[in-house]
């Protein structure tokens, strides 16, 4: 069965309790997030005892930047990269469907040519929408980290900034999704 891990960003500012509180409080937040698109882009979802082949061995799959900010760092890090591998694969699936040149016009300026390939229009739509809904601030469960407060699935320079400059006013939710009915 096809799974896939993902990293939910969220902020621990201005909540109180342990850390086992604050990984419960934090995971049913991540759930309230997650449920609307049950049974449309996954069929179910659980927090991730391991991520990117990495033991996960947190109350909820939740790692607090304030208590194990190495482990925070290490899959803060690995989700950004999981989320530029999706980001080429879905813009290599679009401009795979399409046959790409090069024109110049009478003045010498040049210019690019996109024709689409026959038969290519459905995997053309399905990379584009992925990266218009990234774009719109969503997500499906290969972005690899979504940022719940900023309600958006791309980090920013500035936002990258910020979490880096206090990495103890941050969580990750951890998070396996499942395409389908039944166990790994």
């Not at 936002?159 to 400059?165: F, G, T």
């Amino acid at each position: 069965m096809k799974t896939l891990e993902m990293a939910f960003l969220n902020s621990t500012e201005g909540m109180s309790g342990d850390d086992r509180e604050l990984c419960e409080k934090l995971w049913a937040k991540t759930a309230e997030l997650l449920m609307p698109n049950l049974g449309k882009h996954y069929k179910r979802f659980e927090p991730a005892a391991t991520a990117w082949g990495n033991e996960i061995n947190k109350p909820y799959s939740v790692i607090l930047g304030c208590s194990d900010p190495k482990s925070f760092l290490f899959f803060y890090v690995t989700a950004r990269e999981a989320q530029e591998k999706a980001v080429d694969f879905h813009l290599n699936g679009f401009l795979g469907g399409f046959d790409l040149g090069e024109k110049f016009d009478e003045d010498g300026l040049h210019g690019f040519t996109m024709n689409p390939k026959e038969g290519a229009e459905t995997a053309v739509q399905v990379h584009l929408l992925w990266h218009l809904k990234m774009m719109g601030g969503g997500f499906f469960p290969d972005a690899g980290i979504y940022c719940v407060p900023a309600r958006q699935a791309v980090v920013t320079e500035a936002l990258n900034e910020q979490i880096l400059s206090d990495v103890g006013h941050y969580a990750i939710s951890m998070v396996r999704f499942y395409a389908g009915d039944g166990d790994d």
